[in-house]
């Protein structure tokens, strides 16, 4: 059996399967110790829950919540930057406002290019 980390998700599948409650533990690492109660059926059967686990969960789900996540710093970025480019296009920005700008900007990029297929995202801080 190959090991692998376990995520929150088993719980729920252990439920799902009727396996919760059986004199078993086991640790996020994937180290599992059976009760000498359990069968060799029910180990089998937990195992096999084990095998079939994505510690990760949906891949799918968490990519359209971090898109979601995603789109709202963007959107909220952009209401930061318009009216400082707006300052810059006129030529009236102050040394401040360019620098500000510039801080946004690289935000943004760095929002943009966050990966989002995992289930918690290291998000950029936002400028000052």
Known sequence: MTQKQIGPSFVTELN????AGLPFS???DGYFTFGD????????AVNALYEAHDPDGNIAYWAAVNTSARDSLLSSAALRIAPLQDAVDLETATDEEKSTLEAWKQYRVSVMRTDLGVRAPSWPSTPA
Not at 16 to 19: C, I, Y
Not at 37 to 44: F, G, N
């Open 16 to 19: 799902a399967a009727g396996l």
């Open 37 to 44: 109660a359990m069968t060799e059926q029910e180990i089998s």
């Open 26 to 28: 086991y640790s996020v």
